[in-house]
């Protein structure tokens, strides 16, 4: 055998051992019992750090490390519960509050927790996802009437109503382009795609995929379009091309799957939590996300 091919034919016979290379295999990164049952709402920042709701009591930010421990960061007001992050352009946390209907900014540096926007027209702000403009775009589900809305919050906390009458909305991710936004359905278990505008608007509302059974939960893209689906009591990720196609399911070691995003040094690691088991799962996916 030829040196130059020997490293090649090395790693072939030790897949597994090979950096990197170890994908799909599940394991803990935090110990269990250290979330509440309102586990939710993973996101990683530009330092990559990783942060989830509702630390050892609902109303509170965990900040966890590389090997899985957990330490409060922040603690929300009375009465506010988080239940999805995302990151600024100035790098502050901003952290859809179903119970206070807002979406709170935190400042990271001096950790001052502020409402960004407060409306009550919001059911619950439920996930949320930001585009390069700092428009955020909200699920906002009524799980009483099974229905459920759209939002677009601009840059300046203006919010306005995309789409009104849908199902349990929950869900929601751009497209890497930002040209794309997908949001899903919990208890219809439909998966919908928007186009959307230089302006933050949506139309041409198109059915991308539909699920026989179990519930859907929080969604990540990765860089090449495919959606991470939390299958919320089935216990798995399902991977879904731009093109609704169902490319696999990542099989978690707990059933109620919540929340989902990327991570790590080549943002190929995937950061779930896990509702009942309370604490946060990891496996590598082959592609980063889309923000990497």
Not at 189 to 207: C, E, F, M, P, Q
Request: aromatic share 10%.
């Amino acid at each position: 055998m030829k040196p130059a091919l020997l490293p090649v034919f090395l790693c072939l016979i030790s897949f597994y051992h090979c950096p990197g290379q170890d994908f799909y295999n599940v394991k803990d990164l935090t110990s269990e019992n250290l979330f509440t049952t309102n586990c939710e709402g993973p996101a990683v920042d530009k330092k990559g750090n990783l942060f989830a709701v509702n630390y050892q009591a609902d109303g509170t930010i965990g900040q966890i490390s590389a090997d899985g421990k957990v330490t409060r960061f922040a603690t929300l007001p009375e009465g506010s519960i988080g239940n999805a992050i995302q990151f600024d352009r100035e790098g502050n946390m901003l952290v859809a509050d179903f119970a206070g209907h807002n979406i709170l900014k935190v400042d990271t540096k001096t950790k001052k927790v502020s409402v960004f926007v407060h409306s009550d027209a919001f059911n619950q702000p439920n996930d949320i996802c930001i585009n390069k403009k700092g428009q955020l775009f909200a699920s906002d589900p009524n799980w009483k009437t099974n229905t459920g809305k759209i939002w677009r919050i601009d840059a300046d906390g203006t919010p306005h109503l995309l789409q009104d009458n849908m199902g349990t909305t929950n869900g929601i991710e751009l497209s890497p382009d930002e040209k794309t936004l997908y949001v899903n359905e919990s208890e219809q278990r439909t998966l919908w795609a928007y186009d959307v505008d230089d302006k933050g608007n949506i139309s041409n509302k198109r059915k991308l995929y539909d699920f026989p059974d179990f519930g859907m939960d929080g969604m990540k893209c990765d860089k090449e379009g495919n959606l991470l689906i939390a299958r919320w009591g089935k216990g798995v990720i399902a991977i879904v091309s731009p093109q609704g196609k169902l490319i696999r399911e990542v099989e978690m070691k707990g059933k109620k799957t919540s929340n989902i995003c990327f991570g790590g040094k080549d943002g190929k690691t995937c950061f779930v939590t896990l509702q009942d088991r309370k604490c946060i799962e990891s496996f590598r996916h082959e592609v980063a996300g889309r923000q990497y």
